[in-house]
């Protein structure tokens, strides 16, 4: 089945969806991208995705071409096209061509590219290996919060990753600090069974997921805190898990190599965002 893509207003097959070789997200990774997920065919979360989308074209001075509804539209639009009932919807936004070089004089014309992909697994029922990378974020790198094209740091990570036969990469910022992995944000449950992640200011990706993870504690009254660890600290935690929109909450059962406890907390933050999940529809 040859998927479709929506490409600056134009319904297209995948194969013939191009944008030119000056394209600045190819050139620089100039560009911003979203990764929703789609639940019975409508998209989990929008407006908090629609938020950060455009918080980081602000910051990047990336002019946004279209409004939300027309957006939304056209996300509602591939939905349809490509029968995704649940799976995942990108929305990827550079800023075009130009003049070569990193100057942005001239770049007056935004692309935005929308797919979306079924995928009929369970999102939130998957585990999770952690190898610790060399890699280190920047501790208050404001860019960290959002999906920006360039993600070379955490691909690097992951390349760690892969070689070590683990299934994601464990990040640290600067200061040696756990800061995230590099297939969603890092929490760990205390002994006191306190839900604890790594503040922003370690480069951390303002998640989606990880925000309903924090109103899920609020909610259910369960003590969330933020705090920097060092990465030898989740061998004496209760519990470890990531969050992504891609597959919700997943736990980490081993980090290099050495196993991880369970923590039973987990179960019960995966089934409530199951029912949030579900609200959608």
Not at 33 to 61: C, K, M, V, Y
Not at 267 to 279: I, K, M, Q, T
Request: hydrophobic share 40%; net charge neutral.
């Amino acid at each position: 089945m040859n998927l479709r893509v929506w490409l600056n207003g134009a319904l297209l097959p995948s194969d013939k969806a191009t944008v030119p070789i000056s394209d600045r997200s190819w050139m620089y990774g100039d560009g911003l991208f979203e990764t929703l997920r789609i639940h019975q065919g409508l998209p989990f979360r929008w407006n908090d995705h629609w938020t950060r989308w455009n918080s980081g074209a602000q910051l990047i001075r990336l002019p946004v071409p279209y409004s939300e509804s027309v957006v939304r539209s056209a996300l509602s639009t591939i939905i349809d096209a490509n029968q995704v009932s649940n799976g995942i919807a990108r929305l990827h936004l550079s800023r075009g061509s130009g003049i070569r070089g990193y100057s942005v004089v001239g770049t007056h014309s935004p692309s935005l590219a929308i797919t979306a992909t079924a995928d009929d697994q369970t999102p939130e029922y998957l585990s999770v290996t952690l190898h610790l990378s060399t890699v280190r974020l920047p501790s208050g790198d404001t860019l960290g919060k959002f999906k920006t094209a360039s993600k070379l740091p955490i691909i690097l990570a992951q390349i760690e990753a892969d070689e070590a036969g683990a299934s994601a990469a464990l990040l640290t910022d600067t200061e040696g600090m756990v800061a995230t992995s590099s297939r969603g944000n890092l929490f760990w449950i205390d002994g006191s069974n306190t839900v604890v992640t790594p503040p922003l200011s370690t480069g951390a990706l303002d998640g989606v997921t990880r925000s309903v993870v924090i109103e899920i504690c609020r909610d259910l009254n369960i003590r969330f805190e933020e705090d920097r660890q060092l990465p030898p600290s989740l061998f004496q935690q209760a519990g470890v898990f990531i969050t992504s929109s891609g597959f919700g909450l997943a736990p980490v059962v081993a980090l290099n190599g050495s196993s991880l406890p369970a923590s039973p907390l987990l179960d019960r933050l995966r089934a409530e965002y199951r029912l949030l999940l579900e609200r959608v529809a």
